[in-house]
Structures are given as C-alpha cells and as structure tokens.
C-alpha cells in the first residue's frame, strides 16, 4: 500500500508568493495554519479558501503549537503565545540560544523546543543544539544536547520516547521523555531530516528536506516505504482530519509555478496519525 495517496496542492497557498513554508498545524474543520520561515508570518487557511495573516512579518518559525487556551505557540528568536486577535505573550526568552526551531508537545502540556546555538542558513559553523522541555512561562530544563540542528519532534504513543530530527546528521535520535542519552533511531533514506509526525502505530513519518519525499520508518526505525512529493524541498507535515489520516504537507517551493514559491499540500493515508495534545504552557 502507498503510504499516500490523492496527493494535491491546496490552491489557496500554492497562488500566494511565499519562502520556505513550515509549521502546519490542522486548526478545526477543513482549516489548518502554516508559516513562512523565511519571508516571514502566521498564516490561516480556511475551509472556504480564504488566508488569514495571523502574525505579519515574524521571521524563524519552524514550529507551531495549538495552544489549551486557544491562539498558538510559535518559535523564532523566542517562543510566544500568539492569542486570538493577534496579542503575544512571551514563553521563552532567547536565554543563550540563537533561536528556537521545531516544536512538540511533552507531559502535561509542556513544550518540547529544538534550540540552536548558531545560524545554520547564515554559514556559521556548527555547534551543538539542544532539546528544552518547557513546563511554564520563562522555566526550561535541557533533555538532551545531543542533537546540533533540531527539526522535527514528537513523542511516542505510550509517551516514553522522544523523538528529534537532526538536520545536521540526516537522522532521527530517540531519547527517554525523561531525559538521557539519545541514540540514532533512523537514518534519512535520501535527502535529509527535516519535520516529522508520529502514527497510532508509532511509526514516525519523516520530511527528507532535498530528498523530496516522505518516509516512514515502523515503530523498531526500520524503513516502511518513501512517498515522492511534487517539490524540490520538503520540509514538514502533520496529521489531522476526523480520522487522523488528513495529513497536510509543507515545502520551500512548489513544481507548478516556480515564481511562487514554497507550497501547502493535502494528501490522505492509510494510517490515522497521532493526535498532538495542546500546549499548555
């Protein structure tokens, strides 16, 4: 079976001009936010096809966050609260870190943020990152320093495991929700590791980056399969729907008209993903 099937470009974002696009969250029935790394902003998109610029010009968001009192936590050069209306309020200050990337949801509602030490698309040399678990406002304790360019996260269905992409080694690391040493779960078939999700069935669904593709590795990080996406640049998905198997696909540009840029595309599969409990930090 493929992992995806009826594969297409949500017409809505595909006609906007936009970067690097990342982040997508499904936000209510037949709505979903995404953003734009690169040119910058928050965007909604709903059922009817309208957009919706919920946060102008933030640069850096790599991650988005339903949040339990509605609105959404968004990273940058620092994690905010962007509530309904557009009023932010700060998680997480810069603290020593460059800025934060991708984000997942830890115990009880608290923020698991990938946090980078140096600029990676300005060329600065590398130097090891870390994942945060942030419990309350301002309050972060590092779970791993293992990882140096942290992507995508997310956490097994029996909440046990961690799991972080690291751009910079192309492999997914695995590591105790405790915390602890992280071990190399899975490397990237082609391509490299950008954003992930997680399935019901503990499969973890990686974004290949350059490789243009999706995969799935099964819950024991074997390789399941690899899904082409009409992109050059795929960087992050997640699950959402009824069923959990609306799964939303972002990229950096798109192969139907190259002068606009990154894209947002709609796909189904044949495994309901794991649903990411809100934040509640």
């Known amino acids: 079976m493929a992992l995806l099937s009826n594969i297409e470009h949500v017409e809505a974002v595909l006609h906007r001009p936009h970067g690097l696009l990342e982040g997508p969250r499904f936000a209510g029935r037949c709505a979903f936010v ?3 790394v690169l040119a910058g902003g928050l965007f909604r998109v709903d059922g009817d096809g309208s957009v919706a610029e919920l946060l102008p010009k933030r640069r850096g968001i790599g991650g988005i966050l339903a949040h339990a009192d509605r609105g959404w936590i968004v990273s940058g050069r620092t994690l905010v609260h962007v509530a309904p209306g557009g009023a932010q309020r700060e998680v997480l200050p810069e603290d020593g870190f460059c800025g934060f990337n991708d984000l997942g949801v830890g115990a009880n509602g608290s923020v698991l943020a990938g946090a980078l030490r ?10 090891p990152g870390a994942l945060l678990e942030v419990s309350a406002p301002g309050r972060a304790r590092v779970l791993s320093e293992d990882v140096t360019w942290p992507n995508g996260i997310g956490v097994s269905p029996d909440a046990h495991t961690i799991y972080v992409s690291d751009y910079a080694r192309a492999a997914v690391l695995a590591l105790p929700s405790a915390g602890g040493p992280a071990s190399e779960f899975a490397v990237a078939p082609r391509g490299s590791a950008d954003g992930l999700a997680l399935d019901a069935e503990g499969g973890v669904w990686l974004a290949l980056g350059e490789g243009a593709a999706i995969a799935r590795f099964g819950a024991d990080g074997s ?3 690899v899904a082409d996406i009409p992109a050059r640049f795929v960087s992050s998905l ?5 069923d959990m198997c609306d799964v939303l696909i972002t990229t950096a ?5 190259e002068r606009l840029g990154g ?3 709609r796909a189904r599969s044949g495994v309901p993903g794991l649903p990411v409990a809100p934040a509640r930090v």
């Not at 140096?118 to 130097?127: C, I, K, N, S």
């Not at 997640?238 to 009824?242: H, M, S």
């Open 223 to 225: 390789l399941d399969g």
């Open 263 to 265: 894209s947002v595309l």
């Open 238 to 242: 997640c699950f959402g729907g009824e």
């Open 34 to 36: 995404y953003s734009d």
């Open 253 to 257: 540009d798109n192969l139907v008209d």
């Open 118 to 127: 140096y600029r990676p698309l300005a060329g600065e040399p590398p130097q």
